[in-house]
C-alpha cells in the first residue's frame, strides 16, 4: 500500500446542517461521503476529544469532564491536566507502535500535554506571580512555539476564548500547522478548530452570528485544504468529526447553590469575597456545561442529595450506581452523582447566594481556578469592564445524553466512499484512522 496521509479535524458545535453554508468543507464531503455523528456521553470537549483517539468510552479511559477532582488532595484541576491523566493510549501512539515510520502531530486537543505524538501544540500560557499571563504554547519539540512565534507572532490567546473570542485564533492553528506540515511533513495530524463553539454558545446554534461563524470556519478550511494537498508528498484521506452539536437553551440551574442551601457545601471567606471549600464541604458539583459531577464526602449522603434534585426544572436525569455504568461513565474520577440537564437547559458553577460575596475570579476570564465551566465568560460587562454575573445570558450549550436529532454531531470521510451506515458514534473514530493507513 502506498504511503498515505491522515488529516483528522475536529470541529466542536458541527452539524449537518452546517454544511449548507460551508462550501469548502462541502466539497472535501463530495470526495466521500457524510453521515450523522452520536456524540459519547457526556458530550464535552475533553471526554469527546479523548473517546475519538482512544476508541473507547470515558469510562475506561478517564476523562469525564473538562476537569479532574482529586479527592485525596481536595484540589480540581480545569484544562490543566496533563497527558498521563488519560487511562488509554491515544491514537499517535497506537500508529506508531504499529509503524514507526508514521510521524504524528497533535495541534491544539486538550490533555495533549505530554503527549506521545512527534509534534504537538497546545495552548500553555505562562501565570506570572502578579496574577497576570504570558502568551506561551506547549510544543514538541520545545523550540517549536519560538519558531512558530518568529513566523506567526504570539498564538492570539484572547481570540481561544473570552469576549474577544473570534476566527483569529482557528486562523493562527491552521497557518502553524501548514508551518509544520511543510517543514517535517508527518502523515498523521489532529487538528482542533474551535472556531464554531463561541458563537453558538453565546447567541445561539441556530443565529445570524452561528452562520456567519460557520461561514468563516470555511474560509479557514479553505486555506488549509489545498496547502496540505499541493504540499503533502502523499495520498491524503480526510476526516472531519464534530466533537458535539450545541442546542438552544433557555434556562439554567445551579446545583452548587441547591446543596448549600442544603447545608452541604461550606464556603470560605477572604474579606467579603467566598470561595468554595472543596475539604469542607459534604457535597459540591462540578458543573460542566448540560452535567454536573457530584462529589461527597461520605457516600451515606447518596439518597439525600439525590432527592434534591429528582424532578426539578432543567434536570432530565439524576443518574447513580449502575445508572452511571449504563451510559458509560463509571470510572473513579466520576461524581458519586451525575446530573444531566434537558436539552434546553445548563448547570452554572455559581455557589453564591448574594453577587457582592462572589470570589474575585468570577469577574474574570479564569478558566483554571473556577470550580466548573462558565460560558458567560464569553460576554462583557462594558461599563465595569467585567465578566458579568448574569448565566440567562447563555443561549447555547452541549453535553446531555443524546436524545434527539439536534444533538448529533457531523461524520466526513473521504476515505468511505459511500457510507452504508445510518451513523457513526465517535468511539468508531479511531479504527477508521486505523484502517485508513491500512493497519
Known amino acids: 500500500m502506498a504511503d498515505r496521509a491522515v488529516v483528522f479535524i475536529s470541529i466542536p458545535g458541527l452539524r449537518q446542517k452546517d454544511l449548507l453554508n460551508m462550501p469548502n468543507l462541502l466539497a472535501i464531503a463530495s470526495r466521500g461521503d457524510s453521515a450523522p455523528l452520536i456524540p459519547t456521553f457526556p458530550a464535552l470537549t475533553c471526554p469527546a476529544q479523548v473517546t475519538m483517539t482512544t476508541g473507547v468510552a470515558p469510562a475506561e479511559h478517564g476523562a469525564i469532564a473538562n476537569g479532574y477532582y482529586d479527592r485525596q488532595k481536595h484540589q480540581l484541576e480545569m484544562w490543566t491536566a496533563w497527558n498521563s491523566i488519560i487511562d488509554r493510549p491515544q491514537i499517535w501512539e497506537v500508529l506508531q507502535q504499529k509503524d514507526p ?52 507572532g504570539d498564538f492570539p490567546l484572547m481570540n481561544f476564548w473570552g469576549p474577544m473570542a473570534d476566527i483569529k485564533s482557528s486562523e493562527w492553528i491552521v497557518d502553524s500547522v501548514i508551518h509544520t506540515m511543510r517543514k517535517y511533513q508527518p502523515r498523521f495530524y489532529y487538528i482542533y478548530l474551535p472556531h464554531l463553539d463561541y458563537t453558538a454558545q453565546k447567541f ?131 461524581g458519586d452523582i451525575v446530573l444531566v440537564a434537558t436539552p434546553n437547559s445548563w448547570f452554572a458553577y455559581y455557589f453564591w447566594n448574594d453577587d457582592a460575596a462572589a470570589p474575585s475570579y468570577a469577574h474574570t476570564v479564569d478558566i483554571h481556578r473556577k470550580p ?55 468511539t468508531e473514530m479511531f479504527d477508521i484512522i486505523l484502517k485508513s493507513f491500512g493497519l
Open 101 to 152: 515510520s508514521i510521524k504524528t502531530a497533535v495541534w491544539f486537543p486538550m490533555l495533549s500535554k505530554g503527549a506521545k505524538a512527534d509534534y504537538i501544540c497546545t495552548p500553555a500560557p505562562i501565570h506570572n506571580p502578579d496574577g497576570s499571563e504570558s502568551l506561551w504554547c506547549y510544543t514538541e519539540p520545545s523550540e517549536l512555539y519560538g519558531e512558530l512565534k518568529d513566523g506567526l
Open 204 to 334: 445561539g446554534p441556530n443565529s445570524p452570528e452561528a452562520l456567519q461563524a460557520a461561514h468563516d470556519l470555511d474560509d479557514v478550511i479553505g486555506k488549509l485544504y489545498p496547502e496540505f494537498e499541493d504540499t503533502l508528498p502523499y495520498d491524503i484521506d480526510w476526516l472531519i468529526a464534530g466533537e458535539y452539536a450545541i442546542t438552544d437553551v433557555d434556562h439554567v440551574s445551579y446545583p452548587n447553590r441547591v446543596l448549600r442551601e442544603a447545608g452541604l457545601l461550606r464556603v470560605s471567606k477572604t474579606g467579603d469575597h467566598e470561595d468554595l471549600d472543596f475539604a469542607h464541604s459534604q457535597a459540591w458539583a462540578l458543573a460542566d456545561h448540560q452535567i454536573a459531577h457530584i462529589y461527597l464526602s461520605d457516600k451515606s449522603l447518596t439518597e439525600k442529595v439525590v432527592e434534591l434534585f429528582k424532578d426539578k426544572p432543567g434536570i432530565d436525569q439524576v443518574l447513580v450506581g449502575e445508572q452511571l455504568k449504563d451510559v458509560g461513565i463509571d470510572h473513579p474520577n466520576s
Open 372 to 426: 466548573g465551566y462558565d460560558p458567560v465568560e464569553l460576554f462583557l460587562d462594558t461599563q465595569s469592564k467585567s465578566i458579568p454575573l448574569d448565566a440567562t445570558l447563555v443561549k447555547g450549550s452541549h453535553g446531555a445524553l443524546i436524545k434527539h436529532d439536534s444533538q448529533k454531531s457531523l461524520f466526513i470521510s473521504t476515505c468511505i466512499r459511500k457510507i452504508s451506515k445510518a451513523s457513526y458514534t465517535q
